[in-house]
Each structure stands twice: as structure tokens, then as C-alpha cells.
């Protein structure tokens, strides 16, 4: 059974850090690019980052760049999220979901999630 | 980055036909892929590519692609059918992930 489970998350003031986690089982996990995809309370579905399968490159949102690091390490099969100088407004669900990619012949590709974590609870506040 | 647009809430009779779409640049480049999310949940894919189903998502769930919008259609909607759904694809630099902002959908 494919599964992804986050941990990590909790209350933090506003400028500190914190490192979530999302371990992964029942598949190659190495063979996938992986994301992190955040929900502020009551909000929509926001992605945060993704990164290929061997770690080399690494993309973010705007809104987080320069303050989030994604990293993987794939011989613990496990996803990260460095998050630091934290802000009220980074205050979210943070789910780790699996990459997949679908070619549609002669039409282009779809891009989708196919696998989620039940998610991680971050609350940045004083 | 390009935006993804979706009406807020849509309302649909048990048993009816409901159509949600998702309207935006890049959809004209990379198909749509849809997730529905129920309150305490994490979301789950629903409709990806140009019309496919997850193991598991029933037949009624169906996608579909024109220009610049794409749809998610549920024929002979369910209790259970009642969710937030969300769009998905890149933006159209191809570097970006864009979601829409969801439609939660009633039913009646």
C-alpha cells in the first residue's frame, strides 16, 4: 500500500523554523518527483515546492522562495521541508504529495498528484 | 505564473448531472487534473489526462478539455459527492505548479 505520512508540524513564533518530514512506503520513491502543497484554514490548495528525483533541482512558490528548502534523501525514502524565518500568513495544512506525469497522444501532457499525506499542522504565532 | 479560475460553489440535485470548470491560460498547453477534498481530508484525485480515472473513483466522474477550460462532470451525483473540488496544472512556463481556487458543490 502506497503511503505518505507527514510529521514535524506544531506552533512556532513568527521569524523561527521548523522542519517537516514526509516518509514514504510501498513505492520506489526515488522514481518520482514529490511536492509540498499547503491549505491556510479555510483556504484553497496552494503548492509550496517540488523536487526531481535525485534532488538536483529544486523549484518554489514565490511566496516562500528564498525562505523554504525542499531536499529529499532517498535512502531513507523521506521528503523535507525546511521552513524558516516563518511568517503568520505561512500558518497551514502542509501535504506532502507524489508527482506523476500523463502524455496525451498528440495533445500534450497532464501534470497531477496521484498519491497525498494525510498533512502536517503549522500555526506560526506569538 | 498563470491563474486558474473556478466558481466558488456550485449546487446540484441528488441524482442530477453537474458540471465544474476550470478556466486559464495554461490550459490551453497542459491538461487539468482534478481532486476532491472532503472537510478533515486530504485531497484525492479524482479525473487526470485528458479523461481518466484513479482505481476506484466511479464512473461518474468524468473530464473534459476545450480551449482554455477545462470541466469536471459528476452524472447521477451522489450524498457522498459532496466536496470541494479542485483544478490543477502547470502554469505556463511549465515550472510552476497552479491550482484553481475550488468549488465546493452542494448537494440538494
Known amino acids: 500500500e502506497v503511503q505518505l505520512v507527514e510529521s514535524g508540524g506544531g506552533l512556532v513564533q513568527p521569524g523561527g523554523s521548523l522542519r517537516l518530514s514526509c516518509t514514504a512506503s510501498g513505492f520506489t520513491f526515488s522514481s518520482y518527483w514529490m511536492y509540498w502543497v499547503r491549505q491556510a484554514p479555510g483556504k484553497g490548495l496552494v503548492w509550496v515546492s517540488r523536487i526531481n528525483r535525485d534532488g538536483s533541482s529544486t523549484t518554489y512558490a514565490d511566496s516562500v522562495k528564498g525562505r523554504f528548502t525542499i531536499s529529499r534523501d532517498n535512502a531513507k525514502n523521506t521528503l523535507y521541508l525546511q521552513m524558516d524565518s516563518l511568517r503568520a500568513e505561512d500558518t497551514a495544512v502542509y501535504y506532502c504529495?507524489?508527482?506523476?506525469?500523463?502524455?496525451?497522444?498528440?495533445?500534450?501532457?497532464?501534470?497531477?498528484?496521484?498519491?497525498w499525506g494525510q498533512g502536517s499542522l503549522v500555526t506560526v504565532s506569538s | 505564473s498563470s491563474e486558474l479560475t473556478q466558481d466558488p460553489a456550485v449546487s446540484v440535485a441528488l441524482g442530477q448531472t453537474v458540471r465544474i470548470t476550470c478556466q486559464g491560460d495554461?490550459?490551453?498547453?497542459?491538461?487539468a487534473s482534478w481532486y476532491q477534498q472532503k472537510p478533515g481530508q486530504a485531497p484525492i484525485l479524482v479525473i487526470y489526462?485528458?479523461?481518466n480515472r484513479p482505481s476506484g473513483i466511479p464512473d461518474r466522474f468524468s473530464g473534459s478539455s476545450s480551449g482554455n477550460t477545462a470541466s469536471l462532470t459528476i452524472t447521477g451525483t451522489q450524498a457522498e459527492d459532496e466536496a470541494d473540488y479542485y483544478c490543477n496544472s502547470r502554469d505556463s512556463s511549465a515550472t510552476h505548479v497552479v491550482f484553481g481556487g475550488g468549488t465546493k458543490l452542494t448537494v440538494l
Open positions: 504529495a507524489r508527482g506523476n506525469i500523463v502524455v496525451v497522444s498528440g495533445s500534450g501532457y497532464s501534470y497531477y498528484f496521484d498519491q
Open positions: 489526462g485528458k479523461n
Open positions: 495554461s490550459l490551453r498547453s497542459y491538461y
